[in-house]
Structures are given as C-alpha cells and as structure tokens.
C-alpha cells in the first residue's frame, strides 16, 4: 500500500533538551495510526514537527496529495469571542477554497445542528466545541487527519460518541488519521499501527503486539490497566 | 480651538471605519494594552521629523512602520509575548521621542493639534484608509483561521508570518492616521475601546464589527461636533465619548 507519510531518523530538540531521537515510521494511506506515551514524551511536538512548525534533523515526507485537518490540544483562540460555530467554519472554508454548502456537510457529518453551529462558540458545550474542531479540521476535504487528543475535557459518554464519529468518518471518506490519545482502549480498537514514544526507544507495531501490560508499564514507568471494549469492531 | 472642517471630518471617519475594523481583530489576537503602548513609537519619528523640519506626519509614519518591523523580527527571533515586547520597545520610544520633542510640539504630537489639512494630506490619509478597509475584509477568514491556531492555519496553507506582519502594518497605519487629530498617546484608545465595547456586545463577528466600526465612527462625529461647540481640542473629546459608550455598554452583556 501507498504511504501517506514517512519518517525517517526525525530528531527534535528544544536547546540542550532532546524531545525525542531517530524516530522511524510510515503510515499507510488510509490507515489509522495511534500515538501514546506518557506526558512530555513529544507527542504533540511529533505532530507540530509533521505540520512543519518546529525545525528538527531527519526527514519527513506526505505524499504529494496530502491535504492535512488538524484538531490541536490547545487552542490559542478565547472562548468568550462573539463568533459563532458557523462563522469559523466559514472563514475555514473561505481559506480553503471549499465548495458551497460545505460547511452544512461537515456539520452533518459530526452531529452538529443548525442551532448549535449559530450559537457563539463560548456557550457550546465542552463536546459540542470539540466536535466543531473535528468539523473544522474536515473543511477544505482533508485526506489526512492529524487529531491531538481530540476527546479532551468531554465527559466518558461524550468521548464514546465522538470517538464513534471519528472513526466513521474515516473509514467512510478512507481518511489517513494519526490520533494522540491517553485512551489505552481508544487506541487498541480504533488504530492499524501504534506508535509507543516514552523514555526508551520508540516503539512501533501493532496494538496487539505494542499494548501488552508489560510493554505499558514499561512505557509509563507505573501498571497501566484498560479495557478493550466488547463491543469494538474486529480490524481490517 | 477649532471649526468644523468638513475635510478633516472626512478623512477622520474614515480613519475610524479603520480603526473599528483593526481594532475588533487587536482586541481578539488581546493586543489590547500592545496597541495602546505601540502608537507611542510614533513619538521619536515626530521629534526626528520636527527637527528635520519636515511634515510630523511622515516621521511617525516611519518611525510606526519601522517600529513594526522591529517587534515582529523580535516576536520571531525571541519567542516573547507581544505584550512583552511592545511593552519594552515602546516605553522607551516614548522616553526618546520626549527628549527629540519639546514644548508646544509635544503636547500636539501627544493629543494632537489643529491645523489646516493639505489636499495630498486628505487624499494620502483616504487612500491609507480605503487600504487598511479592504485588507481586514479581505484577510478576515485568514485572520480568524490564524486567530483559532496557528498551527491549523498553517494545514490551511496561511502564511501566518506574513499575515502577522501585514495585521501589525495595518495596525500602525490606523494609528499613522490619527496621530494629528488624537496625538500618539490617545490613537491607540480610538482602536481598542470601540472594539472592546463591540466584544461585549455582540453575538457574532459579524456584528462585533459591525457595532465596532458603529462606534467608532459615532465617537469620531460627536467628538469633532463637541469640539466645534466647545471650542475645544477634537482628540480629547472623541475618546471620552469612545469611553462613555463603553461604560454605557456595561450593563449590557449578550446572553447567547
């Protein structure tokens, strides 16, 4: 299969801090790729690096149709600004160049009404403002999808959902995602590959194979415990 | 002491249609004490200008477009908050300018002063004015993108480093044009407080600058027909009216 992303001995450091060191991968088009490690292991730096914003050795490279959505961790913007969901997905699309009534299709495809995206962003819920980041990422017809902890501050049942929506927009419109979860159980069900960054060597593999109880506890330095859903879908 | 001058008033509405507009996207990238502090920088170009003896205007507009270039490479080259940045290099420009100005002049390039307007001087200040206008409308879906994160603005395709340089050059051609009505010490007020009064209430970004360029231009009006009817310097008085709507403004709050 075609990649939509490689790496190879990508290293990035902040002055005399190493982040991370000779990191290799690749990410097949369409696939889901995780990401896990424990705080401060440069998984958000991972994908600011990919996006092209922090200087670094080694290389990557997306393929030459890559067109990337991101939901980063944190947001520069005030929640308190009177812009409503409506008007910054529209500036996206402005910016994007995206076809008329786009906007009303990404809005459908994440559950979120008409009512909802006319409201200023301040008053929506904490998974309503999430999933009108998912929503924004999605405008301007991404290919690929960078997700930073996209499920931050919703409540269990919410981030159930969002996960749900996520996973069945990629798989519907065969989107390459790359997900940055704390969710053990999100990453085991959801992804092809899983990326393990922490203080060793970086692992990559399968989540079978990289998620055992002894490989996280050697990741986090502490027992991890999580459960693998019942319900989870077998992967392809 | 002045008249009502019916070219003056002019250029100085469309100096606030200007500043509502820059002013509304300072307030929402919170430059709100940067702006106030950057319109000083204007101050040593003036006292340059003045000693040069050539038109105050064109020093300040120098000395402003100088002095954007040098917090955006700062900006970059440092990783420090504007804040910070504007914060240092502005006070100290203050402190230049008061020694290269003296007197009478400082007081004018302080709060602004009277004075008859050239034709070139009215028609440079629209032309400035109509520029600035048509760069925040078209821009304003790359502002608001960048305004969000600047790294999902970067997946966009934006520029963002050049797009902050053109907002912070547009920023300081607004203050250019009202340094002779409302003097560097006050300019800076014209652009964020009808923009901090729009923020608090309106419901969309359509309406904040809507109401922000409403407000600006109304203060600008009331404050050049006061003047004419108090005999009284204009910048002074369309700050206070810019500050009386904000105050008024407060019991006032959107609920959506």
Redesign the interface.
């Known amino acids: 299969m075609e990649n939509a992303l490689e790496v190879e001995g990508l290293t990035v450091r902040f002055g005399e801090t190493e982040v991370f060191r000779d990191l290799s991968f690749h990410v097949a088009k369409g696939s889901s790729f995780g990401i896990i490690g424990p705080n401060g292991a440069g998984k958000t730096v991972l994908f600011?690096t990919l996006?092209?914003?922090l200087p670094h050795t080694g290389s990557f490279r997306w393929a030459k149709d890559s067109r990337?959505?991101?939901v980063?961790q944190k947001?520069?913007?005030?929640r308190d600004?009177?812009?409503?969901g409506r008007?910054?997905l529209?500036?996206?699309?402005?910016?994007?160049r995206a076809a008329r009534g786009e906007v009303e299709r990404v809005l459908g495809s994440v559950g979120l009404g008409a009512e909802v995206a006319g409201?200023?962003i301040g008053?929506l819920s904490g998974g309503q403002f999430q999933r009108l980041l998912v929503a924004?990422?999605l405008v301007?017809k991404?290919n690929v999808l960078?997700f930073d902890e996209p499920t931050a501050g919703v409540d269990e049942p919410g981030q159930e959902g969002l996960h749900d929506t996520i996973q069945k927009i990629q798989a519907e419109q065969q989107l390459t995602l790359l997900l940055i979860s704390h969710d053990i159980s999100v990453i085991y069900r959801s992804v092809q590959q899983v990326l393990c960054l922490g203080r060793h060597r970086p692992v990559v593999g399968p989540p079978e194979e990289c998620l055992t109880p002894q490989a996280l506890a050697e990741l986090y330095g502490a027992p991890v415990r999580f459960h693998v859903h019942d319900h989870a879908e077998p992967r392809p | 002491m002045q008249s009502l001058d019916p070219r003056a008033l002019g250029l100085a509405l469309a100096m606030a249609v200007a500043a509502g507009l820059v002013g509304s996207f300072a307030v929402m990238r919170r430059m709100t004490l940067a702006a106030d502090a950057m319109s000083h920088v204007a101050l040593p170009g003036i006292g340059l200008a003045l000693i040069f003896k050539l038109q105050p205007v064109v020093g300040g507009v120098a000395m402003l477009l100088l002095g954007t270039l040098l917090i955006w490479a700062l900006e970059r080259g440092t990783r420090l908050s504007t804040e910070t940045i504007v914060g240092v290099v502005f006070s100290a420009a203050l402190a230049a300018g008061s020694l290269l100005a003296s007197g009478e002049e400082l007081i004018d390039a302080l709060f602004g002063g009277a004075g008859k307007l050239a034709p070139w001087e009215s028609a440079a200040g629209l032309a400035v004015a109509a520029a600035i206008v048509a760069f925040v409308l078209l821009e304003k879906d790359r502002l608001i993108v960048s305004l969000v994160s600047p790294d999902i603005a970067r997946t966009a395709g934006i520029d963002v480093a050049r797009l902050d340089l053109l907002f912070l050059a547009a920023f300081s051609l607004t203050v250019a044009l009202g340094l002779r009505y409302l003097g560097v010490l006050l300019m800076g007020s014209l652009i964020i407080i009808p923009g901090a009064t729009a923020k608090r209430l309106a419901r969309s970004l359509h309406g904040m600058l809507q109401i922000s360029v409403a407000l600006a231009v109304g203060a600008t009006a009331l404050g050049f027909v006061a003047a004419a009817l108090l005999h009284r310097e204009t910048g002074p008085l369309v700050i206070l009216c810019s500050a009386s709507f904000f105050f008024l403004s407060l019991p006032f709050r959107r609920t959506a």
């Open positions: 600011k996006l092209g914003a990337l959505g991101y980063p947001l520069d913007i005030e600004l009177p812009i409503t008007e910054l529209a500036a996206k699309g402005g910016v994007s409201r200023t008053s924004f990422a301007g991404p960078l």
